[in-house]
């Protein structure tokens, strides 16, 4: 999925530019020309610098999408520039948040799908599908009907998705205090990447 997602960050006429700077390389590395291949090598770099990737992050409301948004771009909760997190609903429309050191690379700070009515060809119209190259489904708890839903209507339109299981670190906290005679955090861990991984397999 790595690779459809990056193919996914060039648009068809970025990818023809590519195989044709690739073609130039090779003519200049036969003609011995080591200038011409340099400077051909540096401006397909700075080319790629220039590739704009948006990342629509998406997930349950509260399950921590914006708290993801603020680490993803090294940045604590209370930082000025930080995305705004709560534990009440918080982002309630698309924003997008450049990263530090790559300003191409956006991070779109999604509302939540928290409504019971969810629907997810809705959602996906209202937070306009097609600007994002792909997404990141975060979830905070058990991988529901709702996320399978979201994931499925993504894949459907043609973009990819990494998942990812948020506030792992409340599952241990609980299980510890519970369950202290039979807690192991490795197997809590397990047992909530078994259960995601079984669920996104059933896709
Ligand atoms: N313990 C713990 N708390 C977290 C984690 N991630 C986020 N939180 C807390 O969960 C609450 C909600 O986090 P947000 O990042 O605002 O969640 P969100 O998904 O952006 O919420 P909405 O925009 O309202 O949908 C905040 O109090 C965060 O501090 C985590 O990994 N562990
Ligand atoms: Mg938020």
Known sequence: MASNTFQLGLSQSQILELVKDTRVLREAFEAGS??????????????????????????????????????????????????????????????????????????????????????????????????????????????????AQLARRVLQQSKGFYFVRSKVDVDVAASRSRRPSTFSKEQVLSQIRDDCLRRLEAL
């Open 34 to 147: 080591l200038p011409a291949m340099a400077a051909k090598l540096q401006a397909t770099l700075h080319s790629l610098e220039n590739v704009r990737l948006d990342i629509g992050i998406t997930g349950g409301t509260g399950s921590g999408k914006s708290t993801f948004v603020n680490a993803f771009r090294g940045l604590g909760d209370e930082d000025p520039s930080s995305a705004r997190t709560g534990v009440v609903e918080m982002t309630v429309e698309p924003t997008p948040y450049p990263h530090p050191k790559y300003p191409n690379v956006i991070l779109w700070d999604l509302p939540g799908i928290g409504e019971p009515t969810f629907q997810a060809e809705k959602y996906l119209q209202r937070v306009l599908v097609d600007r994002y190259d792909f997404f990141i489904i975060i979830t905070s708890e058990s991988f529901t009907a709702k996320h």
